[in-house]
């Protein structure tokens, strides 16, 4: 090798030590918990997970804006550890903060955590937290546990995905243990996610920044994220720390995009438009601003008429008529129909299942010939004769209702406000043969704000005789 042969290559050698971490960095090694399932069985459980959610929660369909979230997901994914998931990053429409990852690689991400980012470093210190929950396993870890403290003698391999999502329920409004993530969860991908951002040369303390700033915000904005990703003291130390466990950032670390900002800005004046109208504002008044339903309390009071007892938030009021039990937030009724809030009402099937309506619920498929299931699709083909375009869109679950057996149905109908509505079903036969049923309603967009006071209101709800 001659002389300048050498200097080259000493000239390069000495650049690469500049832009890349040190060789041989000891970065941590995090080992997966227990599992009753296979990573297979994780995307299996993802993919069916993520079709029931796409019904209630609606997606952001520009091209734009999908194409650009995949694109900076991906290479982020590129650098996870162990399994190699067919990631997929989707944009849910919602103002509030918040992003979500399910077993096999699903991860959303809401309009509002893209606009609270201030740079693409930012956003992609969320999606690589989301990525390292999912490379975790943590998803599926939790629901492993769950179901174990259902199924003592579960072993690992031997339980069927579709079984453990109907047992505990995970397609359900309300908390799920897929999102339910601990301490040493958060622990464990904040350091993940810092290997994943340095390998992918972002700052990993963008990761920080934006999750202090969303902290900081303290709004209804931000309940849903911290209530699925609890907040960890030191956060910041420990980023670094894994940081320098690697050997320290490159010197050319990926700064900001024009590209984040473009996006960024599509989607903030989507959001202004009339195809993403403001929460509870219906379109027929967006430009007066003189209807808007405030978002439910999180202080509950109790009701209690005839033989039912359950809670409510107390900014929403319970109003009985010959039909039933209406509780709903000031604005929740336009033009005499209910648009947010739930309805509680009874109904008295018919002996014999007459079911001529060609709904098919899927009810007595699934379930076979029960009382509950018959009553359940006569009520169905009752609600169908005033509503012609409602229809069944999610599959029949399993719940208990003051410790009776109940019945869980998704239906979507016409929305006073305009659009689409979904229609939460939950039924439940008593002694004399009646079916008690619970209907809450809200506005697609908006119903993943309100399933969790729905499935409140049910899961207080008692019965006096």
Do not use: C
Not at 361 to 376: D, K
């Amino acid at each position: 090798m001659s002389s300048t042969t050498k200097l080259i290559f000493i000239s390069l050698l000495f650049v690469g030590l500049l832009v890349l971490p040190a060789l041989g960095a000891d970065r941590t090694t995090i080992r997966q918990g227990w599992n009753l399932f296979t990573t297979q069985q994780d995307i299996e459980m993802g993919r069916d997970l993520a079709d029931q959610a796409e019904i209630t929660q609606p997606l952001i369909d520009d091209h734009k804006p999908n194409t650009y979230l995949d694109a900076l997901g991906q290479q982020l994914a590129q650098r996870a550890p162990g399994e190699k998931y067919p990631y997929q990053f989707k944009i849910i429409d919602d103002s509030s903060i918040n992003a979500n990852a399910l077993p096999g690689g699903f991860i959303y991400v809401t309009r509002g955590a893209i606009e609270a980012a201030q740079t693409e470093p930012e956003l992609a210190g969320l999606l690589a937290h989301q990525i390292a929950h999912v490379a975790l396993r943590h998803g599926s870890q939790n629901v492993s546990k769950a179901y174990s403290a259902r199924i003592p003698n579960a072993r690992p391999g031997r339980v069927d995905v579709n079984a453990a999502i109907s047992r505990l329920d995970l397609n359900g409004p309300g908390d799920s243990p897929v999102y339910k993530y601990s301490s040493e969860a958060e622990r464990q991908a904040d350091i993940v996610a810092t290997q994943i951002m340095v390998d992918a040369g972002f700052d990993p303390q963008a990761m920080t920044r934006v999750m202090q700033r969303i902290r900081n915000t303290s709004s209804r904005q931000t309940t849903a994220f911290y209530s699925s990703h609890p907040d960890l003291a030191n956060r910041a130390a420990r980023v670094r720390t894994e940081t320098q466990n690697m050997g320290g950032m490159a010197r050319n670390i990926r700064g900001d995009s024009p590209d984040f900002h473009s996006v960024q800005d599509l989607l903030m004046a989507a959001s202004d438009g009339d195809r993403y109208y403001e929460l509870g504002r219906s379109r027929s008044n967006r430009n007066s601003g003189t209807t808007v339903v405030d978002v439910p309390s999180t202080r509950l009071i109790t009701h209690r008429e005839g033989d039912i007892q359950f809670r409510y938030p107390d900014n929403w009021t319970v109003q009985e008529d010959q039909d039933g039990i209406s509780v709903a937030p000031e604005g929740g009724v336009v033009s005499g129909s209910l648009a947010y809030g739930m309805k509680i009402a009874t109904f008295m099937p018919q002996t014999r299942f007459f079911g001529q309506s060609g709904l098919n619920s899927g009810i007595e498929q699934r379930s076979g010939t029960t009382a509950l299931s018959r009553a359940t699709d006569q009520l169905v083909d009752q609600l169908r004769l005033s509503n012609s375009n409602m229809k069944v869109v999610g599959t029949s679950q399993r719940r208990l209702v003051d410790g009776q057996p109940g019945a869980v149905l998704t239906l979507n109908n016409d929305s006073p406000l305009g659009g689409t509505e979904v229609n939460w079903l939950v039924t439940v036969l008593r002694p004399d043969g009646s079916l008690r049923y619970f209907i809450g309603v809200a506005p697609q967009r908006d119903f993943n704000r309100y399933s969790l006071v729905f499935d409140q209101i049910v899961g207080s709800a008692r019965f006096m005789n």
